[in-house]
């Protein structure tokens, strides 16, 4: 039987366990202050994963308007943070 560091043994047990989904949610609402900045951030309500799609509550028209028009740039910042492709598109609400 091969060792396995308890790094890889964790994300064996994440990922079989199907808590992958969970976590990379919880670390993207966690951090989005760091992922899209301050300002962003003070004016986000909330930031929600479901099945790849992060869709993101405000309720400042202009926001909406601006993160409407950088929607790539979110899926991007987002997925180079979680170092994986978890997030396929973005929705805004």
Known sequence: MAQMHIGQALQQLVKSARWENRINAIRIAQDWEMIVGKVVA???????????????????????????????????RVNEHLKAKVVQSVAIR
Request: proline share 3%; charged share 25%; glycine share 2%.
């Open 42 to 76: 003070k004016y986000t309500d909330s930031v929600v994963l479901k099945e790849g799609v992060l869709i993101i509550h405000t309720n400042v028209a202009p926001l909406k308007q601006e993160l409407q028009m950088n929607k790539e740039q979110i899926i991007n």
